[in-house]
């Protein structure tokens, strides 16, 4: 069965490339508040002048995926053109209990929680729908987390193209170094998507990656 | 503290088991607050659908997921093709396990 699976993708694979689609569609995975719906926000903002979705310091605020289609990316001598997937936050564990934390109710903290769930299940299925992804980590953040693994896995996998951005690279204690170390075989591209920096070697290198 | 109850599935009996067996075996496992040792993990795909019906079990119950800590798969291009990168992995219920430490070749896990 895996290997019919393989097989098919491959012969997707292939076959998209042979009769080359308009726009390559791009994840933007990551664990929830990596910063992945402020980096969609930002990418959107520089190339179409819009937005993608809120954001907040409460985790699993996107909890549904959101598309962009035919996002142009250009700079000196490169251009690409994408469809922007902005997904929930993969986690393994959710616990209503944390939401309350962070000062909502009872209820509130439940519904939120039971959404987040589904968003999870929801990237995941996204998956099989794509061409690359740009996998968000906080460079503050231990990168050795088994949702990073699995994203990671899951690319490898697939021969699907993938780049590491090390985001919020403004804090304190920011280290893209401890991510490249965790995942030598990517490369990795260090940024802060709230404050814009370093975005030019982002988009540079996203166009050389998925063109 | 109570009792804590470790199973250690051997990489023959994870061979032999579909992957709905392998991820029903664990849930089922550590939602009874037990501790799951794999000696040969699941691989990505496995991985990502555990994840899924951890999500399951989190909506549908009274459960809070899972911690899961495995070792990072080996970087070689040849291991990926050989299918070789499946390492020990430990599981256990989030409320009950905390991972303390996590470094290429060592996992530190606390459990309560």
């Known amino acids: ?211 | 503290m109570g009792d804590v109850q470790i199973n250690m599935i051997s990489a023959n009996k994870l061979q032999s088991m579909s992957t709905m067996d392998k991820i029903r075996l664990i849930l089922d496992d550590v939602s009874k607050g037990r501790i799951v040792i794999l000696e040969k993990g699941l691989d990505p795909r496995e991985e990502a659908q555990l994840i899924e019906h951890t999500m399951l079990k989190i909506r549908d119950s009274q459960f809070y997921g899972i911690e899961i800590q495995s070792y990072p798969r080996s970087p070689s291009p040849w291991s990926i093709l050989r299918r070789d990168g499946n390492r020990l992995t430990v599981i256990g219920p989030a409320d009950r396990m905390k991972t303390v430490k996590r470094e290429r070749d060592v996992i530190e896990a606390i459990i309560s």
């Open chain 1, 1 to 211: 069965m895996a290997l019919l699976a393989e097989l098919k993708e491959s012969l997707s694979g292939w076959l998209g490339r042979v009769f080359k689609r308009k726009a390559s569609r791009i994840g933007i995975y990551g664990p929830p508040n990596a910063g992945k719906t402020t980096l969609a926000n930002r990418i959107l903002m520089d190339f179409t002048g819009e937005t993608i979705g809120a954001v907040s310091s409460i985790p699993h605020e996107t909890r549904r995926v959101r598309r962009r289609e035919g996002v142009t990316i250009k700079g000196d001598g490169y251009s690409v053109t994408l469809d922007i997937v902005d997904t929930p936050g993969l986690a393994t564990k959710i616990d209503f209990h944390d939401f309350m934390s962070y000062g909502l109710a009872e209820d509130e903290a439940k519904r939120r929680a039971k959404e987040a769930t589904e968003g999870v299940i929801e990237a995941i299925k996204w998956m099989d729908n794509l061409d690359g992804v740009l996998l968000v980590m906080d460079s503050t953040e231990d990168p050795y987390t088994q949702v990073n693994v699995t994203v990671v896995g899951n690319m490898e996998a697939r021969r699907l193209p993938m780049l590491i951005v090390a985001n919020k690279m403004d804090l304190p204690g920011a280290s893209a170094e401890r991510i490249k170390g965790a995942f030598p075989q990517h490369t990795v591209v260090p940024i802060s998507a709230l404050k814009g920096k370093n975005m030019e070697l982002l988009y540079e290198t996203i166009a050389s990656r998925f063109g």
